[in-house]
C-alpha cells in the first residue's frame, strides 16, 4: 500500500469528508437522472448540443468516482484520493446542469438556462483530461521526479486552459452564456486564438497523456507480481480513456468518423471502470472496505455491460458495412453471437476482478500453486522464509511471523513489525502436524487495513503448509546439530585415547620391552634377578591390563551423543561401581549445555574418578553438577580417600584435566576435602 495512505487511524473529519464527497457526487447525479425523466429526456429535441450517451457517461464516471475517492480520502490524505474527488464532482455537477437545461426548455419560467447549458461543458472539461494527464503519476510510489512533476503540471495546466476557454465560450444555437466574452476586445481576441489555444491544449495534453501510459507500462513490468496486476489495469485503463477521447474529440472526419465515434462512449465508460478499480487497489493494494461480494460482483456487471456496448455498436457498424443483410438481420446476427460469448466473458472478468481485488485470497488453489512454483528451485532450508514471503506477497499483508514453540527454535518473518494491532488487524493460527503443537503463525494486515474472512479462511488453509515446511527445518536442524555433536564427540574420543597411547600405556609398554630385555640377558649369569625382573614385568602388564579397562570404561558412552549429560554420567558411574567405587552423581536439572562444555566435564569427571579409584584408595565418590545463578558450569567431585598432600604432584591425570579446562576458559582446582579426609576437583567453566 502507498505509504501515504494508513498512516494515521480513521478521523473524525476525514469520515465526514468521505460522507461529503458521496453526496456531491452521488446526489448531483441521481438529481439529473431525476430531472430528466421529469423533462420528457429531450435529447433530441432541444436545439442546442446534448448527446445522450454523453450524459449517461456523465452518470456513471459521477456514481464510480464517488465512492473510490471517498474511500481514499477516509484512509488518508493521498492525492489521487482528492483528485479523483474533484473529478467525479465536476462530472456530476455536469450531469446536473444538462439536466437543469432540460427542465428550462419544458418549462420556460425557470433560470440559469444559458448557464447551465454551458456549465455542462466546462464543468466535465476537467476530469476527463485529468485522468490520463494527471492521475497516473500520482498513482507511482513514492515521491515523483521533477520531470515527471513538470509533464503532470503540463497537463493541470493545460487542462485548465482548456476549462477557462470554454467558460468564456458560446456553444450554436443556445441560450447566451452570461459568461462569454462577445462583444469585448478581450473576447474578440480570445475568440481569433481560441482554436489554435484549444489544439495546442489538446496536443499537449495528448502527449502528457501518452507519456503517462507509457509510465505506467514500465512501472507494470518492474513491479512485483502481485502489484503490476494492479498497474496492468491502470494502464489499461488509462490506454483506454486515450482512445474513447481521441475517438469523440480527435477522429478525422473522413475516416469512418460515424462508424468510429459511437464506440468511444463504452470505450471511455469500459477505461472508467478500470480506472477506479486499479486506483483503490493501487493505493490501498485492496478492496476491504464494504462487502466482500458485492463490490467485484457491481464491477463486473460494470464493465461487462460497457464491454458487451462497445462490442455491440462496433459488430453492428461492421456487420452493415460488410454483410449482404438488412440492418435487421445484421443486428440479430450481432446479439446471437453476443449470447455465445458473454457467458465466458463474464466468467472471465470475474476471476480476474477478483484477483486483483482479493490477490491471492480470491484463488488458493492459484496461490498454492504459485507457492509450490515459487520455492521449487529453493535450498531445503530456504523453503520456509519463501513460504512465508509469497504467503505476505499474495495475501497483501503487512506482516508474517512464523515461529517454533519447542526446540530447535525458529523464527522466520516477512515484513516490518508494528505496535500491537486491533484484532481486525491480526491473526494468530496454530501449527498443528500429527496432533503436536510445532509453532505459531502470525499475521498483521498491511497498515491501516483489515483482515476479512476471505483472507483469515486463507490463512488457516495455508496453515498445515507452514506447519509442515516449520517441522521439516527443525527436523534438519536437530538432524544438523546431532551431526555436529556427534562429530565432536568422536573427535574427543579419538583425542583421549591418543593422550592415553602416548602418555600412558606407550611409554609404560615401552618400559616393558626393556624391561624382558634386560632380563634376558640376566638368565645366564643371574637366574634369580632374571626372575623377580619378570615378576615386575608382569606386575606392571596386569597395572596396564587394568588402566586399558578402566580407559574402555572411559570412553564416552552413546548418551553423550543425544546431549544428555545426566545419562552419560550415570553410566560412567555404573562403570566405575562393577569395579567396586560407589560414585553417586548429582547433575543440576537446568544444565542444558553446549556439546564441547559436555564433552569437557564429562572428561574431567573421568579422570578425576580415575585418580580416586587409582590412587586415593576411595570408597566412596560424589559428583555433581550444578549452574551458577551468574551462569556457567560448576563439576564438584568429591571422594573418601586418603586425601593429597601439601604439594601433590602434577600427572597426566591433573594436566589433562587443566587443558581441557583452560580451553573453554575455565578453571581446575584440586585440593583436600574441607570437611573430611579425602578430595576434592573442582571445576569452573564460564
Given at each position: ?255 469512418g468518423r460515424a462508424t468510429v465515434q459511437p464506440l ?293 558412552p552413546v548418551q553423550l551423543d543425544d546431549g544428555d549429560?545426566?545419562?552419560a554420567l550415570d553410566v560412567l558411574a555404573t562403570r ?111
Open positions: 500500500m502507498d505509504e501515504r495512505v494508513g498512516s494515521r487511524p480513521d478521523s473524525v473529519g476525514r469520515r465526514r469528508g468521505a460522507l461529503a464527497i458521496v453526496a456531491l457526487t452521488w446526489g448531483p447525479a441521481l438529481g439529473a437522472v431525476a430531472m430528466t425523466l421529469a423533462a420528457g429526456a429531450p435529447f433530441d429535441d432541444v436545439p442546442w448540443y446534448a448527446e445522450r450517451s454523453f450524459f449517461a457517461l456523465y452518470v456513471l464516471i459521477a456514481l464510480t468516482t464517488g465512492p473510490t475517492s471517498a474511500m481514499i480520502v477516509r484512509r488518508g490524505d493521498h492525492p489521487a484520493g482528492w483528485l479523483t474527488a474533484f473529478i467525479g464532482v465536476g462530472f456530476g455537477a455536469s450531469a446536473f446542469a444538462l439536466a437543469w437545461s432540460f427542465l428550462t426548455w419544458s418549462h420556460p419560467g425557470l433560470p440559469g438556462a444559458g448557464l447551465a447549458i454551458h456549465a455542462s461543458a466546462w464543468l466535465s472539461a476537467p476530469g476527463g483530461f485529468l485522468a490520463i494527464t494527471v492521475l497516473p503519476w500520482l498513482l507511482r510510489p513514492g515521491h515523483l521526479t521533477r520531470i515527471r512533476r513538470a509533464l503532470a503540471w503540463v497537463g493541470f495546466l493545460a487542462t485548465g486552459l482548456i476549462t477557462l476557454l470554454s467558460l468564456v465560450s458560446q456553444q450554436p444555437e443556445a441560450p447566451p452564456n452570461p459568461l462569454s466574452l462577445a462583444g469585448t476586445v478581450v473576447g474578440t481576441v480570445v475568440d481569433t486564438a481560441t482554436l489554435p489555444l484549444i489544439w495546442t491544449c489538446i496536443g499537449a495534453s495528448a502527449v502528457v497523456g501518452l507519456l503517462a501510459v507509457a509510465d505506467v507500462v514500465r512501472q507494470w513490468r518492474t513491479e512485483p507480481r502481485d502489484g503490476a496486476r494492479a498497474y496492468g489495469v491502470l494502464a489499461a485503463g488509462v490506454a483506454l480513456m486515450f482512445v474513447g477521447m481521441a475517438m469523440l474529440q480527435l477522429w478525422p472526419p473522413g475516416w468511444g462512449v463504452p470505450t471511455i465508460a469500459i477505461a472508467q471502470v478500470l480506472l477506479c478499480l486499479s486506483v483503490v487497489v493501487v493505493v490501498l493494494r485492496t478492496w476491504d472496505r464494504g462487502p466482500d461480494i458485492v463490490v467485484p460482483r457491481l464491477v463486473v456487471w460494470a464493465l461487462l455491460s460497457s464491454v458487451v456496448a462497445l462490442l455491440y455498436v462496433g459488430s453492428v457498424g461492421l456487420a452493415i458495412r460488410l454483410l449482404p443483410v438488412s440492418d435487421d438481420a445484421a443486428r440479430t446476427l450481432v446479439v446471437a453471437g453476443l449470447a455465445l460469448v458473454i457467458h465466458p466473458l463474464r466468467q472471465g472478468l470475474q476471476s480476474r476482478v477478483d484477483r486483483l481485488v482479493h490477490g491471492g485470497a480470491a484463488d488458493p488453489v492459484r496461490l498454492l500453486t504459485q507457492l509450490g512454483r515459487q520455492v521449487r528451485g529453493e535450498g531445503r532450508s530456504d523453503v520456509l522464509p519463501a513460504l512465508v514471503e509469497s504467503v505476505r506477497d499474495g495475501l497483501r499483508l503487512g506482516r508474517v511471523a512464523v515461529v517454533s514453540t519447542a526446540e530447535p527454535l525458529v523464527a522466520v518473518s516477512s515484513g516490518v513489525d508494528r505496535p500491537p494491532a486491533p484484532a481486525e488487524h491480526r491473526a494468530s493460527v496454530r501449527l498443528v502436524v500429527d496432533d503436536r503443537h510445532v509453532g505459531d503463525l502470525t499475521v498483521l494486515a498491511a497498515p491501516g487495513q483489515r483482515l476479512d474472512a476471505r483472507t483469515r479462511r486463507v490463512l488457516r488453509s495455508l496453515s498445515d503448509v507452514l506447519a509442515l515446511s516449520l517441522d521439516l527445518v527443525q527436523s534438519q536442524l536437530r538432524l544438523r546439530a546431532a551431526s555436529e555433536r556427534l562429530g565432536e564427540v568422536r573427535h574427543e574420543e579419538r583425542r583421549m585415547l591418543r593422550r592415553e597411547l602416548h602418555d600412558s600405556l606407550g611409554p609404560a609398554l615401552a618400559g616393558v620391552g626393556l624391561g624382558l630385555a634386560a632380563a634376558q640377558r640376566r638368565l645366564l649369569h643371574d637366574p634369580q634377578g632374571a626372575s623377580a625382573l619378570m615378576d615386575e614385568m608382569r606386575a606392571e602388564l596386569t597395572r596396564r591390563t587394568e588402566d586399558i579397562r578402566m580407559l574402555a570404561r572411559s570412553l564416552l549429560l545426566a545419562a566405575f561401581r562393577g569395579a567396586g567405587l560407589e560414585v553417586r552423581t548429582a547433575v543440576d536439572p537446568a544444565a542444558a549445555l553446549d556439546t564441547r562444555h559436555q564433552i569437557a566435564v564429562y572428561h574431567v569427571a573421568t579422570e578425576a574418578l580415575m585418580n580416586a579409584y587409582r590412587h586415593a584408595r576411595a570408597a566412596t565418590v560424589d559428583l555433581a553438577v550444578m549452574i551458577p545463578d551468574d551462569g556457567g558450569v560448576v563439576l564438584d567431585v568429591v571422594d573418601d580417600g586418603c586425601g593429597i598432600g601439601e604439594a601433590p604432584r602434577t600427572g597426566v591425570g591433573l594436566s589433562s584435566m587443566r587443558e581441557r579446562a583452560d580451553e573453554l576458559g575455565g578453571t581446575v582446582v584440586v585440593e583436600p576435602r574441607p570437611e573430611a579426609p579425602g578430595t576434592r576437583v573442582r571445576m569452573v567453566l564460564p
